[in-house]
């Protein structure tokens, strides 16, 4: 019997939690992003280059006036009662509600660690107190791939909120998928700052903003409900950022089997528009992956194109520094030596040096003679203030180009960089084609192509 272990079996393996492909292909995309060993965000990070994984569940933001049935639709879609629901302002910061393994409640510092894409909340003062998550292990409708936000009751007057509530709205906004704006017929649904803070949005993520009738069940006959549609969308179209807009406005309420209604109920359509965005966000972060291989890949070349140009310019550098340095010592030495020889006689030097070597001396020697005897006496020492100026001027410039070396890459790093070079092209692409077909054979599935 082998003495070899085997393999420690994983206590909650992926695909064991995974309910939908459309999971499946993000969580692999963001385990492609935090691998430990070659994630994408490691090895952007060792090329000077910054990434964010990608989100495994799409954001969505549910805001509007107090009491505007935001936490009783969360609770609806989740089946679970996990938000306080009722007529007084319950929610009054901000509750990220998502799926998990076990029940749990989160504090501030811990839901900014789960969800790091809202650090920049971090520069409001007081945000994150009033900041929480609850984990739920409902797998209803999509609500493993959804993350949603609870956002304030929204008022007029004086209320007084602990924190910049418009503009800590706006920036939820900016990093949500889809932002849902409930409009209450029964109360503040001509809300003065929830339309101030739509206004806002719609100047950066208009493109997000879906608008909504809630508890239309609750606003009489469908003339009462039309003519408060009418209010509401004639007020949206007075404000300078939103009355170039088209506004469609579904009415919807939660279904009670004891309370029927003959109101027209689009809350379906909010479903449908949830798993629009998670098709989307499938495709965009597919997309995204692609272009971050190819960002690290036109990164490695250009790093390795550079090291290329530092290698030759070094090279370059060195000679011009061995040139000016020769230059620098031997014509001084060479005009010392030139006067010393000429003290010989031409049978003392031979008799010092050799026959030969006396030849090639008196010849060198000769040269530099010959042209100082050529100088003007009057001009001899300006020359010799001039030769030894331009010397030390060549000890200079050796001294300088010795100091233009660039910094290049051993010979350990750039077996590193084509080590990751090869994963991207050999592993992640390959991966990320194969999740692309994936999707695109569960589109086939679903709406029979």
Known sequence: MSGRKKPRAVANPLDSTITSPSERILKEC?????????????????LGVRLLPPRKKIIVMIMGN?????????????????????????TQGFTFITSGRKRESLTGNATLHLYPHFRPLLEFKGVTDYLN????????????????????????????????????????????????????????????RTLNIVEKLSEKCGDKLRFYLSKADEAGRETDRQRVM?????????????????FEMPTIYIPNPQKPSRCINQIDEVCETI???????????????????????STINHTLEQDRMNVSSNRSNRFNSFLCGVLGIFLPSLFILSFIISTFAPEELD????????????LSTGIVVYLWDWIPEDWQIMFVIIFGALCYFMLFLAKYFARQGSKTITKREKKKLAEYSDYIQDVVKPKKRKLYEEYLRQCAAEYDF
């Open 30 to 46: 963001h385990t492609l992003y935090i691998d430990n060993g070659n994630g994408l965000v490691k090895i952007a990070e060792s």
């Open 66 to 90: 107090h009491s505007a049935g935001k936490s009783s639709f969360i609770n609806w879609y989740v089946e679970e009662h996990i938000q306080k629901t009722g007529v007084a302002i319950e």
């Open 133 to 192: 998550a609850e984990i739920s292990t409902s797998k209803q409708k999509k609500f493993n791939l959804v993350t949603f936000v609870d956002t304030p009751g929204l008022v007029d007057g004086d209320m007084v909120y602990p924190f910049d509530v418009n503009s800590a709205i706006t920036s939820f906004g900016e990093q949500a998928d889809l932002i849902f704006v409930f409009f209450d017929p029964m109360g503040q649904a001509l809300c003065k």
């Open 230 to 246: 009418m209010q509401i969308v004639q007020e949206l179209c007075r404000r300078p950022g939103l009355n170039k807009c088209g």
């Open 275 to 297: 798993e629009k965005s998670i098709n989307q966000a499938v495709q965009k972060t597919l997309d995204q992956l692609e272009k971050d291989c190819n960002l690290i890949i």
């Open 351 to 362: 008799t010092l040096v050799g026959e030969g070597l006396a030849k090639t001396l008196n």
